[in-house]
């Protein structure tokens, strides 16, 4: 049963925006490590173990979500379907795919979406997610 992940830290003490994230990945171990590393970082964990539960899981979550994080190769709706899915049900969404097979291209052309090569570092996992999430930095002459 997916549920969000145990509460993040208050990150408005922090000076951050709180974000949700949801994960979608049916390789448990790489799943539960991504949701801690993210909630240290003060996200909101949604969880799901494959596409058609991610997407039910999207569906009943009333807030808006920010990134969904998903596995290529998953059971029941792959994580390329699922992007459609929620592209079309939730416009604006982010996506950050990740596989360990050589898909990249495929990913990059179907949805036009970063692409995370697994195992990846968990600093490449967050500065992707930052660079999805997180305004550009405006130089001063912009301000």
């Known amino acids: 049963m997916a549920h969000p992940e145990s509460a993040p830290p208050d990150s408005r003490s922090l000076g951050v925006c709180q974000r949700t994230i949801l994960v979608a990945d049916d390789e448990v171990i790489i799943h539960e490590v991504l949701a801690i590393l993210l909630q240290r970082q003060g996200y909101v964990v949604l969880s799901a173990f494959d596409g058609q539960e ?20 998953m059971p029941r709706m792959n994580g390329i379907g699922l992007c459609m899915r929620l592209l079309e049900e939730r416009p604006g969404i982010k996506v950050i795919v990740m596989s360990g097979t050589s898909t990249d291209e495929i990913v990059r052309q179907s949805i036009k979406a970063p692409f995370l090569h697994k195992p990846f570092k968990s600093e490449a996992l967050l500065t992707s997610v930052r660079e999805m999430l997180e305004p550009p930095k405006q130089s001063p002459t912009q301000i």
């Not at 807030?63 to 998903?70: A, C, P, R």
């Open 54 to 73: 991610a997407l039910e899981v999207s569906r009943k979550y009333p807030g808006k979500i920010d990134l969904v994080i998903t596995d290529v190769d």
